[in-house]
């Protein structure tokens, strides 16, 4: 962690547009990871419930 | 409840994973409900956590643009997105928000920018907030819209509409056929007041969709989060490209986000037009109330500020107000020996502009859980009818 820490540190001080690049990758890949995740567990969930239903 | 406190390496702040994880939980529900990044309270609670102003808001742009990946996911899948009105508002937004964080650079230079844009955030909450409530209340019943629905557009709307410099654009999710200068305009305005109050610029853009364009509300919703995608992005470089991201935060605020996003947006499947629409007024009215808390506190530290500066500069080594301001944040300490020596007005100022502060921070707080807790309520008393429905069929 306290490598990352460094590193982002660095980053955000010294090269400021690789640190704008990471910056936007970072949060898009976390945001669509999250709704993937989300879309995939509404699904098992919606099939679980049919097949109660059923 | 065990807490983790979270050292922030570029703010050089430190926070409560926990409250960055509520805050984010909270607005991620207030996000996916109304349409909006929720910028209007994460930047004043993050500036009250102890983040310099050009640091909540860039952090938030970052948190913002992950977010809305989610929700209007969520939004597309309940057929609320309108992706052709979304794209061309794009690049009027673009420009608008570069404009805006231009000038918060200038200002963050000569040292105006909290007065600034505080002033600003409260004339437009309190603007846009009344004006809703009159329009789902008086507004709405002289005009003899039927049961509160969004059939009949606002008659700026109906304005803008027949204005018909062309290009003409057909809108087919939304239904209707509009200049494209006139959403080009709407999209500027709403980019320039994003990067200038680091907001997503959803909660004018929201509105303004509904108002000016004349897309019901649901699409509104959809379609703005959409934008607020690009826009938080955009927004996040710009910001991150002048150091000013704390991109830990942004993730830790994501991760409470990613289970509030999709509860707001399926909310919005069990509740009408006018009611999103006047629970997001009543949201921005108490998000002026928080903001003008935060200026009282800065009149008190007006009172300090110049003692505090001659003392705390030589000692902490920094140049910018801004950052003075994080340095006595993070070095209490020492303040507080400062503190002890200073007369008994001084001592009152500091403590009353903590307490002001504290007050904007947990009013923004309690009303964004109050508020996503109503939300959850409209969801789950939407799911029983509905269930109940079905059993009855």
Known sequence: METIYHWLTELSLGNRFAFAVVTVLTTAAAGAFMALVIEILLRLFSAAAAKTEA | ?393
């Open chain 2, 1 to 393: 409840m065990p807490d983790v406190t979270l050292y922030m390496p570029i703010a050089g702040a430190e926070i409560s994973a926990f409250l960055l994880v509520l805050l984010g939980f909270t607005v991620g529900v207030i996000g996916g409900f109304f349409g909006v990044g929720g910028a209007f309270i994460v930047t004043p609670a993050l500036n009250v956590f102890g983040f310099p102003m050009a640091y909540a808001i860039g952090t938030d742009m970052a948190h913002i643009a992950g977010k809305s990946i989610i929700s209007t996911v969520r939004h597309r899948r309940l057929g609320n997105v309108d992706i052709r009105l979304g794209l061309l508002m794009i690049t009027g937004t673009a420009v608008g928000i570069e404009l805006g964080s231009l000038a918060v650079m200038w200002l963050e230079k000569i040292g105006r920018i909290d007065a600034v844009v505080r002033t600003i955030y409260v004339a437009l909450l309190f603007g846009i907030g009344s004006y809703m409530i009159y329009e789902c209340t008086g507004g709405a019943s002289r005009r003899g819209s039927s049961e509160g629905t969004d059939r009949r557009p606002p008659a700026l709307a109906q304005k803008a509409q027949r204005i018909k410099i062309p290009p003409i654009i057909t809108l087919r999710v939304s239904g209707l056929s509009i200049s494209v200068w006139i959403i080009f305009g709407v999209a500027a305005i709403t980019g320039f007041a994003a990067g200038f109050l680091g907001v997503g610029g959803g909660f004018i853009r929201m509105p303004a969709l509904v108002y000016i364009i004349g897309t019901t509300t649901k699409v509104a919703v959809g379609t703005d989060l959409f934008e607020v995608m690009f826009s938080g992005m955009y927004g996040a470089f710009t910001y991150a490209l002048k150091g000013r991201v704390e991109i830990v935060a942004a993730m830790v605020m994501l991760a409470g986000a990613a289970a509030g996003a999709p509860l707001g947006a399926f909310a919005t499947r069990h509740v009408k037009g006018p009611v999103i629409r006047l629970c997001f007024a009543l949201t921005m009215l108490i998000a002026g109330i928080s903001v003008i808390f935060k200026q009282i506190a800065e009149r008190y530290r007006d009172a300090y500020w110049e003692r505090l500066n001659a003392w705390g500069r030589p000692e902490s080594g920094v140049i910018g107000r801004d950052d003075l301001i994080q340095w006595t944040h993070i070095n209490r300490d020492a303040v507080n020996k400062w503190l002890a020596t200073q007369p008994d007005f001084i001592q009152g100022a500091f403590v009353m502009e903590r307490a002001w502060s504290s007050y904007s921070g947990y009013l923004m707080l309690g009303a964004s859980c109050a508020l996503s807790a109503a939300i959850i309520f409209f969801l789950a008393r939407g799911m029983l009818r509905e269930s109940a429905g079905s059993t009855r069929g």
